[in-house]
T-cell receptor, first 114, second 113 residues
Framework: DTEVTQTPKHLVMGMTNKKSLKCEQH?????MYWYKQKAKKPPELMFV???????INESVPSRFSPECPNSSLLNLHLHALQPEDSALYLC?????????????FGSGTQLSVL | QKEVEQNSGPLSVPEGAIASLNCTYS??????FFWYRQYSGKSPELIMF????GDKEDGRFTAQLNKASQYVSLLIRDSQPSDSATYLC?????????????FGTGTSLTVIP
């Protein structure tokens, strides 16, 4: 089973709204990731959690706030987003961080900011 | 500079033909190599990974790696219309202090019935 579950699949929000994206995996993976992908572009790393601790923040604006409540769950809290933040948000996980780890993606959340 | 380069295409092949997708990478520290398939509006799906020089086959897919030339390729035999998608090449640098996965911009493949 290589399933990473993301909810919601689609989200439309205004610039003053607060919303959260959720991600769950039950593969026992200890590294979890948030990526942002614009149309016809590769995924762009936002955050990495390793053993439930934030290990990498790729200089993401503070209107994006990640949270890892436990080893299976990853959230991305959104507040005061801009229209240019509209994109496909991808959660991913890997067994651990290392040279031979494989990255498995969830189904993504298509976000539109109005 | 850590770069992964792919020909963006579009690459068109007739049904039943072999599709050949290519990728080069700049960092000799790259340890492992991946091919993802991404349908429009969907998330990337891991279809092949390779760690050592040579060929690795899985069904209709063959991944080829040449570390000396910093080159990895994906062959799709007996291409089907359902193979029409964007294929992303990715490398894992194994850098635990920073971003470890680097993606190419993808090659768009269309299989013509």
């Amino acid at each position: 089973d290589t399933e990473v579950t993301q909810t919601p699949k689609h989200l439309v929000m205004g610039m003053t709204n607060k919303k959260s994206l959720k991600c769950e995996q039950h593969m026992g993976h200890r590294a979890m990731y948030w990526y942002k992908q614009k149309a016809k572009k590769p995924p762009e790393l936002m955050f990495v959690y390793s053993y439930e601790k934030l290990s990498i923040n790729e200089s993401v604006p503070s209107r994006f706030s990640p949270e890892c409540p436990n080893s299976s769950l990853l959230n991305l809290h959104l507040h005061a987003l801009q229209p240019e933040d509209s994109a496909l948000y991808l959660c991913a996980s890997s067994q651990d961080q290392g040279a031979y780890e494989k990255l498995f993606f969830g189904s993504g959340t298509q976000l539109s900011v109005l | 500079q850590k770069e992964v380069e792919q020909n963006s295409g579009p690459l068109s092949v007739p049904e039943g033909a072999i599709a050949s997708l290519n990728c080069t990478y700049s960092d000799r520290g790259s340890q492992s190599f991946f091919w993802y398939r991404q349908y429009s509006g969907k998330s990337p799906e891991l279809i092949m990974f390779i760690y050592s020089n040579g060929d690795k086959e899985d069904g209709r897919f063959t991944a080829q790696l040449n570390k000396a030339s910093q080159y990895v390729s994906l062959l799709i035999r007996d291409s089907q219309p359902s193979d029409s998608a964007t294929y992303l090449c990715a490398v894992n640098l194994g850098d635990l202090t920073g971003n470890q996965f680097y993606f190419g911009t993808g090659t768009s493949l269309t299989v013509i019935p």
